[in-house]
C-alpha cells in the first residue's frame, strides 16, 4: 500500500486553535491521511469506517493533539515521503490498533 493511495494531505501547526491543510510541503510541519489499517480490513470487506491520522513533526509543541508522537517527515512529496523517529513506527491504541511505518511512500505493516 503506497502513501499516495491513502488520500495524504500537508499540514500547518499555526497556534493552539489554528492548524490546517496547505498545497506546498515547505509550508507544512505535519501529514494527514487515511488510516491504513482501517483501509486494509474495508478493502478485505469488513464494514468500518475509516478515520484519518495526522503525525507531527517536532517543532509541534506535545500540548498539540495528537500525543506523544513526533516524526521528522523526510521526502520531497507523497511518493517518497518517509516518516522518522526513534523507532519510525506509527502505533495507534484502541480502536483499529494500527501499527505501521512510511518508508519511501510505502506502508509497511508492523
Not at 4 to 17: A, G, H, R
Not at 96 to 109: D, L, Q, W
Request: proline share 5%; aromatic share 8%.
Amino acid at each position: 500500500m503506497r502513501l499516495s493511495d491513502l488520500k495524504p494531505e500537508y499540514w500547518q501547526y499555526v497556534s493552539e486553535t489554528e492548524q490546517h491543510a496547505v498545497i506546498k510541503k515547505d509550508d507544512a510541519n505535519g501529514i494527514m491521511f487515511l488510516c491504513p489499517e482501517c483501509t486494509r480490513r474495508k478493502l478485505n470487506g469488513e464494514k468500518i469506517h475509516v478515520h484519518s491520522i495526522l503525525c507531527w513533526n517536532p517543532s509541534v509543541p506535545q500540548t498539540i493533539l495528537p500525543i506523544p508522537g513526533r516524526w521528522n517527515i523526510l521526502g520531497d512529496n507523497f511518493e517518497d515521503l518517509t516518516l522518522q523517529n526513534g523507532s519510525s513506527s506509527v502505533a495507534l491504541t484502541g480502536a483499529c490498533n494500527a501499527h505501521f511505518c512510511i518508508k519511501n511512500g510505502e506502508i509497511i505493516f508492523c
